[in-house]
C-alpha cells in the first residue's frame, strides 16, 4: 500500500461521515491506489448496506477474496439474509462466536426458515442479556413475539412461555399486532380481535415520523388480519365494511396483498361468480424469494384454490392434485391440512354431493384408505346430517380399530389424538354411552400419561371423568393423572381439587392441599336450598344409557292412555267450472267409455261399439241362417246386415259411384 493510500485509509477510520454516498465515494478513491486494501473494502461493504444496496455489497465481498469475508462475516450473513439466502446466512451467522448481532441475524434468519423454535429460543436468550443499543431491548420483544405467535399457528403452544398478553404488549403497535396473532392462533378470536383495534390506536407516536404512505404500509396488515378474524366470528356487515376500506394496491409487500385479496373474497359472502374469483387468485405473480409466504399462509391458499376449483367443476383437477399430495404424504396423520386435502379430495369424488349420495360415493374411499382421519370425518359428518348417530359411531370405531392393530408408533399417536378423543366422547354422550366414555378417556389417558408433554386439555377431561368412578383402580388412576398435572402447573386450581377428590377414600393425606381451596361454605353461601329441595332433581337424558332410556319410554307408552288420531283435513278440490246450481252427473264415477254420453271417434270405432249392442250376435256364430229365419227383422238384424256386408275394405261413405 503506498503512503497516500495508508494516509486516506487512516483518515476514512477516523472520520464520522454520515452520508453514505460520500463514504463509498471515499472508499472508491482509496481503492484506486490498492484494491486490496480491508479497510477501504470492509468500509465500502458497510455503507452499501447501510443503502440497503445488498447485491452490491455481496458483490464486493465476493469480489475482495477470502480475506475480506472472514473480515466481515456479521456484514456478508446479514447481506446473505436481506437477498433471500436464509440457509446460507444462518451457517455464517451461527459460527460468529461472542457476537450479539450475530445472534440477531442468525435469529432472523432461523425466523424465515420457519425453525421457529430456535428463534424463540434465540430472543429468550437475547432478552435475559444486557442490551449494548439503542431501541434494541424493544426490537427483541417484537421479534419474539412474533415467534411465540408462529409457535402457535404451527400447534407447538406448549412452547410458548407467555400465554395471556399484559400490559407492557399494548405499548407499541408492533407488541399488540404479535399479540393478537398468538391469540387467534390459539383460536382466542375475540381477544385477538380486541388486540387488533388497539394495535391500530396503541403508539400512535411510532407513526409520527412516517409519511403517510409508509403508515399506511404499517397499519394495512394488521386492518388485513382484523378482516380475517371478522369472517372467523361471523361478523359478516363488519366484514364486508372493512373489506371495502383496504386497498390491495396500496400494500407494498405482495405475500400481505395475497392474502389481501382472499380475505376480501372471503368478505363477500356467497360466492356469486366463481370463474371470477378464480381468475383474480390463479392470476397472481410468483413472489420474490425476500418475501415468501409461510407454510401455513402457503397452504391456506392453496385449500382456497381447491375450493374455487370444486365450484367451477373441476372435480378431475382436484382429485389429481390432492392425490398427489396424499401419497407423498399417506395417512394417518394430525396435520389439518393434509386433512383438509382428504376432504377436498372426496368433495371432488362426491361431486358436491351431499347425504346419502354423497356417501355413496365415498364410502368406497374409505374402503381403499381405512386410515385416512380426514374421509373419516367427512363420512361421519355426512351421517350426522342425515341423523344417523349409529353408522357414524360405526365408521369411527372402524377407524380407531385399525389404528390400535397398526404398530407404528405415529399411528398410535393419531389413535389417541386429543381431537379424535374428543369426536368419540362427543358421538359417545349422543347416545348416552357412559361406560365407553369412561373406557375411552381412561385408555387415552394411560396412553399419554408416559409421553413427555402430554395434552393437558385431555388429561383433565379423564381425570374428571374418573374421579366420578367409585372402583379403586380408577380412583389411582385420577390420582396419577392430577399429579402430572400439578407438576406442570401448580397454582391450577382445578388440578388441586382433582387431586383432593381423588383421595377421598383417604383425606387425612391431602389435608393441606384441600386448605389451599376456597371453603365450601363460600361456594354455596348464595345457593337457595330449600328451593332446589322444593324444585327436585332432574336426570338428564345423557346420564342413561340407551336401554334404560328404552325401557322408560315403553313404560311411558303404557302409563298413558291412547289418544286418538287427528283427522286430517285435506283442502276442497272443486273444479274450476263448478256451478252449484247445476245437478252434477250421476255417471261421473264411472269410465269415460262406459257413459252412455260416450261416443267413439271414426269408423271402426262405431263399428266396435255396434258389435257389443245388447241382442247382437257374435262373431263365431253364422250369419246366413240368422238372415233366412223370416221376413221382420229383430232387434238385432241392423247388426246382421252391417256385420254380413262388413267384409273386405267397402267404399268410403260419401264417395260417388263410378259409372258402368
Known sequence: MTSEARTLAALLQRASIDDHEEIIRACNASLKQSKKDLRSLHAKVVALLKLDRYEDALHVLEGGGQALKDEARLERSYALYKTGQLAEAERIAKRIDDDRGARHVEAQALYRLEDFERSALLYRELSQTHAIIDNEENDIRINGGAADAQL?????????????????????????????????????????????RRSQGSDTSALDDLTHA???????????QQLYVLIRLGKSEDAVKLASQITPKDITDGSTERVAKINRIAASGQVKNPYLHHRIVNAAAPLPKTDKLFTVQLNQINEDRLVLDLLISKFGGVIKSTNKNLSENPPPTTSSHLNSLSVLNAAAHA?????????????????KRP???????????????????????????????????STSAHDQDVRFAPGLVATVVSLYTLQGRRKQIKTELAKAATYWRHKSKPPRSLLQAAGLTLVESSKPDDQVSAQDIFSILRQEDPSSNIATAGYVAAHAFSPTSVAGEADTLTPVSRLVADIDILALEQAGVLQPKFGLDAATQAAAARKRALDEKPKPAKKRLRKSRLPKDYDASKAPDPERW????????????????????AALTQGGVEKGEDAGAAASSGGKGGGGEGVIKAAAGGGGGGKAKGKKKSKK
Not at 269415460?592 to 261399439?609: A, F, I, N, T
Open 371 to 405: 386410515l385416512d382421519v380426514g374421509l373419516a370425518m367427512v363420512v361421519i359428518q355426512l351421517y350426522m346430517l342425515t341423523n344417523n348417530h349409529g353408522s357414524a359411531a360405526t365408521v369411527l370405531e372402524s377407524l380407531l380399530k385399525h389404528l390400535e392393530n
Open 214 to 224: 409508509e403508515k399506511v404500509a404499517e397499519l394495512l396488515p394488521i386492518q388485513v
Open 152 to 196: 402457535e399457528w404451527t400447534s407447538k403452544g406448549y412452547l410458548v412461555h407467555k400465554k395471556k398478553p399484559g400490559r407492557d404488549d399494548l405499548e407499541a403497535f408492533e407488541l399488540a399486532y404479535n399479540a393478537a396473532c398468538a391469540s387467534i392462533a390459539r383460536g382466542e378470536l375475540a381477544q385477538g380481535e380486541v388486540l387488533l
Open 351 to 367: 361431486q358436491g354431493q351431499l347425504g346419502k349420495i354423497g356417501i355413496k360415493h365415498m364410502l368406497p374411499l374409505l374402503e
Open 590 to 609: 264411472l269410465p269415460l267409455k262406459e257413459r252412455s254420453s260416450y261416443r267413439p271417434k271414426g269408423k271402426k270405432g262405431r263399428q266396435k261399439v
